[in-house]
């Protein structure tokens, strides 16, 4: 960057237990609360640049997979595996399950 000249700045506003998950995340790991929002959001855009294959983050219903539905119908227990692969799901990022959710619709 040319001398003189500032990085562009952003103000942001930020559910308050978003902040406070940053600042742990931050403190945790010796960084300032800048640097670690900057490194999320760059470790997101290489995980999937184009926000869900160019659509703003949202998979398209006719990109889920089918699975979805099965797991969902009344009735229907989830087995132990399940149960893992579920508590592994909730504990990512949303970033991190619509990546997952687009590779799981091409198999």
């Known amino acids: 960057m040319a001398k003189g000249r500032r990085k562009p700045r952003l103000l942001l506003e930020l559910p308050h237990d978003v902040k406070e998950a940053v600042d742990r995340s931050a403190f945790a790991n010796a960084r300032t609360r800048t640097a670690e929002i900057v ?5 997101s855009l290489e995980v999937d640049p184009m926000g869900a ?30 149960r893992h692969l579920l508590t592994l799901y909730k504990g990512l990022t949303e970033g991190q399950r619509q990546a997952l959710l687009i590779l799981l619709a091409d198999l």
Do not use: K, M
């Open 39 to 43: 490194l999320r959001l760059r470790q």
């Open 53 to 82: 294959a160019g659509r703003g983050g949202v998979v398209p219903a006719d990109r889920r997979p089918a699975i979805a539905s099965w797991l969902a119908s009344p009735g229907r227990e989830l087995g132990e595996d399940e």
